[in-house]
């Protein structure tokens, strides 16, 4: 099984360079990098790229609506080229209260924009002009004067793109062109229903298999020795995920809330998100329970996190991305470390 953890540009940009590169000396895989609402990731993976040598390094993600197509395109052909090929492209739509709330842009029709985003990131690393006509972009802009372009760049190398996906539309996108899928809010023992159904289905479309797709998937990470102490961190992850069943998204959309509902637990996470929105987080966060905090993470004794990957390769997923937990730097890295080693036992 691969290894990947995501990053994300704060404050403490030196500090997210340090693990990065002692992540590298590690023996990891693949560093995500996230844009969320922080730091825009192709600036900080440019900066990442000259101070690693082996690892890939994947936007993970590239919010769609915020940046036309061909900007995304010569953003993935810069990076990819500069670090010899070393370039993932993650993909997502992320969602309304981020693209409208903050960005000001209709979050519409996120999948086909993600469709024809694809097919114009294609066209364009390859060093095709731009001659594009569908629902979300026409380019040349329509009545205008203007003929078809190329950019001046193409990529040195193939250029994987990745989805980021949950709902079954883009699930199914995401099988029919992606290289892989970037996926969260994942249970394995729910995961056929609510997720590779979808996929296989657009494997299919897209005459692929499963041995096509990376499936890469995300778990927090926090090995312990003491059962107390593993106890009271498990308590500490029900405020975060009550918050994803009820905080993310907008009112009227949130995907997390989807994901687990059809996993099992659609019952308690409406439950979650009406009481998450009408102010009552304490009471949101009561209604998680221990087994729907462990179904979704990798928090655990050695023996329980090493049975736990083991689950979560049987069930299809290739690549464990692993987010670790922990006070400070060393701590997360020894969390890290624990991670890559169990993986690699898989």
Not at 44 to 51: E, N, T
């Amino acid at each position: 099984m691969r290894t990947a953890t995501t990053v994300e540009g704060s404050q403490d940009l030196g500090g997210t360079n340090d693990f990065v590169v002692e992540a590298e000396r590690l023996g990891l895989d693949v560093c995500w990098v996230a844009e969320a609402w922080g730091a825009d990731a192709p600036s900080l993976l440019g900066y990442l790229a000259a101070r690693t040598q082996r690892l890939l390094l994947g936007s993970g993600i590239i919010q769609l609506g915020i940046r036309t197509p061909v900007a995304i395109a010569q953003a993935a052909i810069t990076l990819s080229n500069l670090t010899g090929g070393r370039f993932l492209l993650g993909l997502g739509p992320s969602g309304p209260q981020v693209i409208e709330g903050l960005h000001g842009v209709p979050f519409a029709r996120p999948l086909t924009r993600m469709r024809e985003t694809v097919e114009i990131v294609r066209a364009a690393a390859t060093g095709e002009k731009i001659n594009y006509s569908g629902r979300e972009f026409t380019i040349p802009l329509a009545g205008s004067d203007t003929r078809p372009m190329r950019l001046s760049i193409r990529a040195e190398q193939a250029i994987p793109v990745y989805l980021a996906a949950l709902s079954p539309k883009l699930l199914q996108l995401t099988g029919e062109v992606a290289d892989g899928w970037l996926g969260t809010s994942f249970v394995p023992e729910g995961a056929d229903a609510a997720y590779f159904t979808h996929l296989d289905a657009g494997l299919a479309a897209g005459g692929r298999t499963r041995g096509d797709l990376d499936v890469c998937q995300g778990a927090e990470i926090a090995v312990f020795d003491d059962e107390d102490a593993l106890q009271a961190h498990i308590g500490s992850r029900k405020i975060e995920l009550a918050f994803s069943l009820g905080g993310m998204g907008s009112e009227s959309t949130n995907f997390y809330n989807q994901a687990y509902s059809r996993q099992g637990w659609a019952e308690v996470a409406g439950q979650v998100r009406e009481r998450w929105l009408a102010g009552e987080r304490d009471a949101a966060a009561e209604l998680i329970t221990d087994e729907m905090v462990l179904a979704t993470t990798l928090i655990g004794t050695e023996a329980m996190v090493r049975e736990r990957l083991a689950v979560w390769s049987r069930a299809g997923v290739t690549t464990v991305r692993l987010y670790p937990a922990g006070d400070d730097m060393a701590a997360r890295l020894d969390n890290l470390a624990r991670g890559i080693e169990y993986a690699r036992a898989v």
